[in-house]
């Protein structure tokens, strides 16, 4: 079940045995929780989220997802089919081998993607330029958002946030200067490792690998999956 921020703050003092506030204000307490939320974000790469952008005929640019930690996926439906483009990713500099000296040439739906300028000014560039209207599906790991009231749920994976209060101990103990800040942090260094291997990808079954992208099923190019391994 998900935690709000006034229960986690009451489990981070019951830990710090400090029931009330006194050397420990709860602006600090809530300060620290959000913090640690955000650290397994940025580091565990663990709050997976997908939007979803209308693109118009003729324009190249759209505006990307503001709390990005990490890209995933993109892919590219064009309005009025029943089809979905997987986008291949290429880095900014990547791209003019790709689109040599003509950024602009239209097609029926883009190929590749990439963006430029940090979150939350990020924007996203398609090639090539989409000749008619669409949908841009994005898939991205976000950046945990901040709890703003008590009754806000802490923003971390079902199961973790017991994490992000293990964060906000080691950073009272280490303002108290209590030397056993550096346990607390090291027993944090270690669930987040557990964490990582955990969500990943949120699976044990066994990996595939693929070598390209087949336009359409494997049915249809006369061979099962052992003709294309």
């Given at each position: 079940m998900p935690i709000t921020l006034a229960a986690a703050r009451e489990d981070l003092r019951a830990v710090l045995n400090e029931s009330s506030p006194s050397f420990y204000a709860d602006s600090d307490l809530n300060n620290w929780l959000n913090e640690g939320a955000r650290d397994l974000s940025r580091k565990a790469k663990c709050l997976q989220s997908k939007k979803s952008i209308t693109t118009y005929p003729g324009q190249q640019n759209y505006a990307a997802p503001t709390d990005v930690v990490m890209w995933h996926r993109a892919e590219y439906l064009p309005q009025g089919s029943i089809n979905t483009y997987p986008l291949e990713y290429r880095l900014y500099d990547e791209m003019d081998s790709v689109w040599g000296v003509n950024q602009q040439i239209q097609q029926y739906y883009p190929a590749t993607w990439t963006t430029w300028a940090e979150p939350p000014?990020?924007?996203?560039?398609?090639?090539?330029?989409?000749?008619?209207?669409?949908?841009?599906?994005?898939?991205?790991?976000?950046?945990?958002?901040?709890?703003?009231?008590?009754?806000?749920?802490?923003?971390?994976?079902?199961?973790?946030?017991?994490?992000?209060?293990?964060?906000?101990?080691?950073?009272?103990?280490?303002?108290?200067?209590?030397?056993?800040?550096?346990?607390?942090?090291?027993?944090?260094?270690?669930?987040?490792?557990?964490?990582?291997?955990?969500?990943?990808?949120?699976?044990?079954?066994?990996?595939?690998?693929?070598?390209?992208?087949?336009?359409?099923?494997?049915?249809?190019?006369?061979g099962g999956l052992g003709e294309w391994a």
């Open positions: 000014n990020t924007y996203v560039v398609l090639f090539p330029v989409p000749s008619s209207g669409g949908t841009l599906n994005i898939y991205y790991y976000r950046m945990a958002n901040a709890a703003t009231s008590d009754t806000a749920n802490l923003d971390t994976p079902e199961g973790w946030w017991d994490l992000a209060v293990r964060y906000a101990t080691w950073k009272a103990l280490f303002k108290s200067l209590d030397p056993r800040w550096k346990e607390m942090r090291q027993l944090y260094v270690e669930m987040m490792n557990d964490m990582m291997a955990a969500t990943a990808t949120y699976s044990d079954m066994v990996g595939q690998m693929t070598y390209g992208r087949p336009s359409g099923p494997l049915w249809q190019f006369g």
